[in-house]
């Protein structure tokens, strides 16, 4: 499978912004998908997860509450919404796409190429 993720850009402290990924190629598999960060100077960390039926979702603790992660699969996309977002959520944002929801949560199979998003002070 393949992940286009788009939707990054500059956005104030506070403000909001959401990201989406489109898979291509197999999504008749029923894949997890995922949304991974790094930071400049850090890993690469894992930001949220949904399961293939969207009944299902994961955040790690960081963005618990500001975050929300769904899914159309209608249109094989999976959104980031991001709120209230912080200086500390700049970072190369990447989606992630795995078979297994402990993959889409630690090491996933698939991966798309990053997005930017800079939270400016």
């Known amino acids: 499978v393949q992940l286009q993720a788009s939707g990054g850009g500059l956005v104030r402290a506070g403000g909001s912004l959401r990201l989406s990924c489109a898979a291509s190629?197999?999504?008749?598999?029923?894949?997890?998908m995922g949304w991974f960060r790094q930071a400049p100077g850090k890993e690469r960390e894992f930001v949220a997860a949904?399961?293939?039926?969207?009944?299902?979702?994961y955040y790690a603790d960081s963005v618990k509450g500001r975050f929300t992660i769904f899914r159309d699969n209608t249109k094989n996309t999976v959104y980031l919404q991001m709120s209230s977002q912080k200086p500390e959520d700049t970072a190369v944002y990447y989606c992630?796409?795995?078979?297994?929801?402990?993959?889409?949560?630690?090491?996933?199979?698939?991966w798309g190429q990053g997005t930017l998003v800079t939270v400016s002070s």
């Open positions: 190629g197999r999504t008749g598999s029923r894949y997890h």
């Open positions: 949904i399961t293939w039926s969207g009944g299902n979702t």
């Open positions: 992630a796409a795995d078979t297994s929801v402990v993959g889409v949560t630690s090491t996933p199979r698939y």
